[in-house]
């Protein structure tokens, strides 16, 4: 398991750049840096992932993706930042029967 670093990041054209940029801006802002790693950096260096509060979040820095069972697929600034802090403000709560 390789840690997230910008510069190990996939980056095919300046689109591309751009995003990266803006994704280091969403780390800042939910601070997750410790949480990235590459989820298998030789076969997909694109794909970045981290366990946050108990749950697995899909990045794809790139393309400014990311996915989390239960939260969706979103893909501006934004709206990833809302969900890693929707996903940190999560309780486990206590299914009673």
């Given amino acids: 398991m390789k840690t997230y670093n910008y510069r190990d990041a996939f980056n ?3 689109g ?3 995003n990266l940029v803006n994704f280091e801006t969403i780390i800042d802002a939910t601070d997750i840096r410790s949480d990235l790693y590459f989820a298998n950096y030789e076969k997909s260096p694109w794909h970045v992932q981290a366990v ?3 749950f697995e979040v899909n990045f ?3 393309t400014m993706k990311a ?3 239960g939260f969706g ?3 501006s600034l934004h709206a990833i930042i809302d969900m890693v802090h929707s996903i940190k403000g999560e309780e486990d709560f206590e299914v009673v029967e």
């Fill in 12 to 14: 095919n054209h300046l």
């Fill in 16 to 18: 591309h750049d751009e």
């Fill in 52 to 54: 946050i509060n108990g």
């Fill in 60 to 62: 794809w820095p790139h």
């Fill in 67 to 69: 996915y989390a069972q």
């Fill in 73 to 75: 697929t979103k893909s």
